[in-house]
């Protein structure tokens, strides 16, 4: 395993394998939103699982307990989401995207921030938070009357709407997982970005790729279950090392 902190922190032996492959596969988590000011989950103090429990808001339960608090609490997340702006991180893997032939970009985040910055072919394994579904059917809802009831109904059925994003408890799109595991298992180079690498299924993505041969790339602030296994790791943040990968890769 190669770590490296420093300067230049990018080995080239890396660099020469970004530059020859043809088939690369990203994961990313929220830290590579961190710095278009989202908050991430597990990190303490600014982290979202340090300041509420999930259990009280991101659970099938909690919602038939409490909709309206679960309503409200993914509004006052969707205010802050509106405002960001996608970092440095997202803009360089739009780059990539163009420069390497089979480029698959898996994402655990809701925030959409990918999409935002142009990346086009993005695999979202958490739901997106911009959308909103039916409790009762889970069909996309698009529009719906403003009854001044929190949350609104559905147009169609009258159950209650909540956003579409993955809670505690619940399985992942089908489609997206099947996706994912394709990309992991067919790619040469496994990026995982910005992830604690602890919540599952997205976590072992990584092992199917590198049970599939794939060389493995870490980029964190922090140490995360995956490092022991990863070929390189990078520490540092997403919107620094990202953009040093692609320059030191295709600009030099
Ligand atoms: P976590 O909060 O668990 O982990 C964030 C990771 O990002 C940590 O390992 C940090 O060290 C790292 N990090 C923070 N800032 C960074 C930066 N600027 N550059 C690079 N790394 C940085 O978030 P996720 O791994 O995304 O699920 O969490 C996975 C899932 O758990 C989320 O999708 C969410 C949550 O419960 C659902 O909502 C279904």
């Keep these: 395993m190669t770590t490296t902190t420093g300067n230049p922190p990018i080995p080239l032996e890396l660099v020469d394998l970004l530059y020859s492959t043809e088939n690369v596969t990203v994961l990313t988590g929220s830290g590579i939103s961190a710095e278009s000011g989202v908050p991430t989950f597990r990190d303490a103090q600014t982290g ?31 205010r802050l989401i509106a405002d960001a702006i996608p970092n440095s991180a ?18 655990q985040n809701v925030d959409g921030l990918h999409e935002k910055a142009g990346s086009e072919s993005i695999i979202e394994l958490h739901g997106n938070i911009l959308r909103t579904k039916c409790y009762e059917d889970g069909q996309i809802i698009e529009k719906w009357d403003d009854d001044d009831h929190i949350p609104p109904h559905c147009p169609d059925c009258n159950g209650l709407l909540r956003p579409d994003v993955v809670w505690f408890g619940e399985a992942l799109p089908n489609e997206a997982l099947t996706a994912a595991l394709r990309a992991s298992q067919n790619c040469d180079l496994f990026f995982s970005v910005g ?23 870490e980029i964190n602030l922090a140490p995360t279950p995956l490092t022991p296994f990863a070929d390189f790791v990078l520490r540092g943040s997403a919107g620094q090392i990202i953009p040093m990968l692609v320059e030191s890769t295709f600009h030099k």
């Design 195 to 217: 992830t604690s690498s602890v919540v599952q299924p997205a976590a072992s993505l990584a092992d199917h790729a590198r049970q599939s041969g794939a060389a493995i790339v």
């Design 90 to 107: 997202h803009t360089a893997l739009v780059e990539l995207e163009q420069l390497i032939l089979h480029f698959r970009l898996i994402t």
């Design 48 to 78: 979202l699982w340090a300041q509420y429990n999930p259990h009280d808001l991101a659970t099938p339960e909690a919602f038939e307990r409490d909709p309206r608090l679960v309503w409200l609490w993914y509004e006052w997340r969707r």
